[in-house]
């Protein structure tokens, strides 16, 4: 029950921090994303654990997130996420990942695959809201563009940081099993390493801030193409 309370409690935070996604540097986007590419399938997972992350109550301005009151939520939006299959879920998560890389175009026959499987476990609309947020495949776009913000952030301050937007989507992928303590504590690693201007991510070479703002606008872009999904 208090696990349940927990996740209630998480959800209402995440929900009020809708993300809106801007048009920003095209030309920006252009240049970074062969790199971005590179970068996330150079990605590993590291057990070691990682202390002193500051959590930032701001989310910087250039993110565009924008706070707007949750929708009523209930008990009903968690359970049809845990009594969604396995097989079903990878499914979902092979769409969102195929979009978010431009490898699928959204298409309605695609977008009719996701109804699909939202009309099989009679999802409302809170249910799909929810699942946009932290189901699988949807958790990574959103959580990427938190990341690179933070790097951003952290970069400037010389000291890992870590927003409240972030720490909350990682504590609903924890409940949820989108995401794990190796993934988390890899991510916390990066950032620490862009703070202190050493090489992450896979590289051999520090980024500026030039780099994970290009960076940024590719992790904006892909987590627009993913919303297209559910328009």
Known sequence: MKTRLR????????????????????????????????????????SKALSGTVVSKNIPSFASTEYNAMPTSNQGSIMSYINMSQPDKDKIKGIVNAVSEDTEAVSQTTKQEVTDLFIKYNMTS??????KMVGPGFIISRYDVLFFTDAIESLKDGKSVKS????????????????????????????DKISKKEPAMGSSESFTENDIRGMLNYAITRASRVDTLLE
């Open 164 to 191: 409240e937007a972030r720490k909350d989507l990682e504590d609903m992928g924890l409940i949820y099993n989108t995401l794990t303590p190796d993934f988390i504590t890899f991510e916390d690693q990066d950032i």
């Open 7 to 46: 996740a209630l409690h998480l959800l209402k935070n995440i929900f009020s921090k809708k993300f809106t996604y801007v048009a920003l540097a095209v030309l920006s986007v252009l240049a970074v994303s062969l790199k971005m590419i590179m970068i996330s399938s150079s990605r590993n997972h590291n």
């Open 126 to 131: 809170e249910d799909i809201d929810f699942f």
